[in-house]
Antibody, heavy 119, light 110 residues
Framework: EVQLVESGGGLVQPGGSLKLSCAGSGFRFSDFSIDWARQASGEGLEWIGRIRGKVVDYATTYSASVSGRFTISRDDLKNTAYLQMNRLKAEDTAVYYC??????????WGQGTLVTVSS | QSALTQTPSVSGFPGQSVTISCTGTSSDVGSDNRVSWYQQPPGTAPKLIIYEVTNRASGVPDRFSGSKSGNTASLTISGLQAEDEAYYYCSSHTTTYTFVFGTGTTVTVL
């Protein structure tokens, strides 16, 4: 069974940093792109970015709203992807999901981890 | 990249059909067939139901179907059931190698 488990969420002050982890299991982690998306309370989904596999040199792309502040990385030996978030703002408050991307779609989602940016 | 525009809400009685539209541009929905749909019951993570415009994900009932014409994709639920009540989102790959979600649609079973 494919599973993705996010961790690392919590309360952080505006301007601060936080690093989320996403542990995958039940599939060959290195073969798949991993995406991140978020959802503010009562709002819709927002795609944040993705990291592709070794075959395309772990290429990353980001949405305009987080580009330059957020960085996605991965460690295929640990079957884990990461989302490093810097210069956090109140509007970054949301549940963050990691996702296995397959066939250009978001096939498997984690349960999400809540990030709250507040003083 | 602006969010794709979806019908805010649709409703129907059990057994009826409802259709949700998802309108983008030639830079996303209209650029290729990388459009997908997700179902999200309140308080849960989204679940893939349709990928590449028309393909049902594993285990998804055949009452769910997808289509696309130009810059607009559509999701139809035929034979609406109580368990179909949820939020639905479309998503598309874009010509700038990013992805974008739709604004979301609430499906209510009357």
């Amino acid at each position: 069974e494919v599973q993705l488990v996010e961790s690392g969420g919590g309360l952080v002050q505006p301007g601060g940093s936080l690093k989320l982890s996403c542990a995958g299991s039940g599939f060959r982690f290195s073969d798949f792109s991993i995406d991140w998306a978020r959802q503010a309370s009562g709002e819709g989904l927002e795609w944040i970015g993705r990291i592709r596999g070794k075959v395309v040199d772990y290429a990353t792309t980001y949405s305009a709203s987080v580009s330059g502040r957020f960085t996605i990385s991965r460690d295929d030996l640990k079957n884990t992807a990461y989302l490093q978030m810097n210069r956090l703002k109140a509007e970054d408050t949301a549940v963050y999901y990691c996702i296995r991307n397959n066939n250009w779609s978001f096939e498997n989602w984690g349960q999400g981890t809540l990030v709250t940016v507040s003083s | 990249q602006s969010a794709l525009t979806q019908t805010p809400s649709v409703s129907g009685f059990p057994g009826q059909s409802v259709t949700i539209s998802c309108t983008g541009t030639s830079s996303d929905v209209g650029s290729d067939n990388r459009v997908s749909w997700y179902q999200q019951p309140p308080g849960t993570a989204p679940k893939l139901i349709i990928y590449e415009v028309t393909n049902r994900a594993s285990g998804v009932p055949d009452r769910f179907s997808g289509s696309k014409s130009g810059n607009t994709a559509s999701l139809t639920i035929s034979g609406l059931q109580a368990e179909d009540e949820a939020y639905y989102y479309c998503s598309s790959h874009t010509t700038t190698y990013t992805f974008v979600f739709g604004t979301g649609t609430t499906v209510t079973v009357l």
